[in-house]
């Protein structure tokens, strides 16, 4: 027996009574959402202290961690956000509440916005390009091999029928795994665009197979990868915002399926149905890749 434990029980018997005090705390005039969720908060957060034995010292270290993240986030950088990303958090909320608004069962899922999504991109037209390629940049060759053509349809997921003008807002990084925000060798806006969907409700563009990149770990959350032992890179993926009136938008990513992490996203977001295979295409000189990929939006209930 470990003689520094001498009179102490082996299994340490906590105060019984104290989650009940916290939660019989809550006043009769809370804020009727909170009074619901806080009981459950507390008891999860005490039973994980008493099951880990959590001490003064590891709770410290994490209230320095959260405060650290809130320090360093601001418009552009979003570090609370990012430590919820890298415990699947935020993929895990998206999820819960896409089904609870969900009004078919064969809408497109949902996937994380993520922190690079930009307001106002171009409004283009249906075969426009979004990539602004310069021959002087070190990625030249690899935008060349991985042009691709998009297209599909935008449809209700309750009538199956097109959508007429919708909106198809993409974004995503060049081949050097950055956004352009973060990247001053693109120009403005680059790999970004909007399309309306034509009368078959179809939207069609160039862009780039999309590349495997890593999240930003220089701060907590990369440290935290760290400690874990576990890599920040998330699977090639391009970002959709679908929209169109009477239909809840629907915030997306797809896939790319010859990703070596498409099976091990940093931040939890790949589901099955997002897992896209692009075909070779032939005869056009712009792309060398096609993707057909419909989106299936869900009613917007009044
Ligand atoms: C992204 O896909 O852009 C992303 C998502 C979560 C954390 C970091 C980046
Ligand atoms: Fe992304």
């Given at each position: 027996m470990d003689p520094s434990s001498k009179g102490r029980p082996q299994t340490p018997q906590?105060?019984?009574?104290?989650?009940?005090?916290?939660?019989?705390?809550?006043g009769p005039n809370a804020h009727p959402r909170l009074a619901q969720v806080m009981p459950s908060l507390v008891r999860h957060l005490h039973d994980f202290a008493r099951e880990v034995n959590l001490t003064v010292a590891e709770w410290t270290a994490a209230?320095?961690?959260?405060?650290?993240?809130?320090?360093?986030?601001?418009?552009?950088r979003n570090e609370t956000q990012l430590l919820c990303d890298i415990i699947g958090l935020e993929s895990l909320v998206d999820e819960i509440t896409s089904k609870m608004l969900a009004t078919s069962m064969s809408e497109t899922p949902s996937a994380i916005l993520g922190p690079f999504y930009r307001q106002d991109a171009p409004l283009l037209s249906n075969g426009d390009s979004i990539v602004n390629l310069s021959p002087s940049v070190s990625w030249y060759e690899q935008a060349i091999a991985d042009s691709a053509f998009l297209t599909g349809r935008v449809v209700s997921g309750r009538?199956?029928?097109?959508?007429?003008g919708a909106?198809?807002?993409?974004?995503?990084?060049?081949?050097?795994?950055?956004?352009?925000?973060?990247?001053?060798?693109?120009?403005?806006?680059?790999?970004?665009?909007?399309?309306?969907?034509?009368?078959?409700?179809?939207?069609?563009?160039?862009?780039?197979?999309?590349?495997?990149?890593?999240i930003p770990d220089d701060g907590p959350a990369g440290r935290l990868l760290a400690m874990l032992d576990r890599h920040p890179y998330r699977p090639g993926h391009i970002h959709f915002i679908v929209s169109a009136s009477g239909f809840r938008t629907l915030t997306t990513q797809v896939f790319d399926d010859r990703d070596e992490y498409i099976t091990n996203d940093s931040v939890f977001a790949v589901k099955d149905e997002l897992v896209v295979k692009f075909k070779p295409r032939d005869g056009d000189s712009k792309a060398l890749w096609t993707l057909e990929y419909d989106f299936v939006l869900g009613s917007q209930e009044i």
């Open positions: 906590y105060d019984p009574t104290i989650t009940d005090k916290v939660i019989a705390a809550t209230v320095d961690m959260i405060n650290e993240c809130g320090k360093m986030s601001d418009d552009r009538s199956g029928m097109p959508i007429k909106v198809v807002d993409v974004w995503h990084t060049a081949p050097n795994g950055l956004y352009e925000q973060q990247d001053e060798s693109q120009p403005d806006m680059n790999m970004r665009g909007r399309f309306a969907t034509d009368a078959d409700g179809r939207y069609s563009l160039y862009a780039l197979r999309p590349v495997a990149y890593p």
